[in-house]
């Protein structure tokens, strides 16, 4: 299985992340391409869109002085769904979960349209709730998901943000009951029978 681009990852993700709507909710991509993901991610669900820049990310040069002219989307009292165009290993999303929950965030989510097994397996437990569209039990190189498209620049990743925060806002928070029990931890298929279905909405 692999997608056309980030964009279609993204949609598809949307779908599996709808119940995830109203204004505790925030996106987080992880740069380069989890941000490009999580733009379309926001978009369907008309909630905001930062970045996570954690201590393991390798950056693109300029942006790493996104935040000079960027104030970070606050997180205290949120669910925070932090997004990844693919999973090969578990310790950068390890440490940007972490890094979520110190910026005050009430719970996390990972999003993400692919996972290699034995990360997401080593991840078990470590967000709130895992969502995944697939999980190999490989995955070497996240271009191959992709065929062959690029992550994108430093400077593609300021346009989605900017893009963003200029969306006129959307009237979508009034038919939609935002849930604050704590989740178990849960996969979306297609893993082993170990894991939770996410069929049910939450």
Request: charged share 25%.
């Amino acid at each position: 299985m692999t997608v056309t681009d980030r964009r279609e990852a993204g949609r598809a993700l949307a779908h599996r992340l709808r119940a995830f709507r109203g204004p505790d909710v925030v996106l987080l991509g992880m740069p380069p391409g989890g941000v490009a993901v999580a733009a379309e991610i926001a978009a369907a669900l008309h909630v905001p869109l930062d970045v996570m820049i954690a201590e393991r990310n390798r950056l693109l040069g300029s942006l790493r002085y996104l935040r000079r002219f960027r104030p970070r989307v606050a997180l205290f009292g949120c669910t925070a769904i932090l997004v990844q165009d693919a999973v090969i290993e578990a310790d950068t999303v390890r440490a940007a979960v972490d890094a979520a929950y110190a910026r005050g965030a009430v719970r996390v989510v990972l999003a993400t349209p692919v996972a290699a097994r034995p990360a997401l397996d080593a991840l078990a437990g470590v967000p709130d709730r895992i969502v995944c569209l697939a999980a190999p039990d490989m995955l070497e190189e996240v271009e191959d998901w992709y065929r062959g498209e690029e992550p994108p620049t430093d400077a593609e990743i300021r346009r989605l943000l900017t893009r963003s925060r200029t969306r006129p806002p959307a009237n979508a928070y009034a038919a939609v009951t935002v849930r604050t029990f704590p989740w178990p931890t849960s996969v979306v298929l297609p893993l082993a029978p170990k894991h939770e279905s996410d069929e049910a909405t939450p």
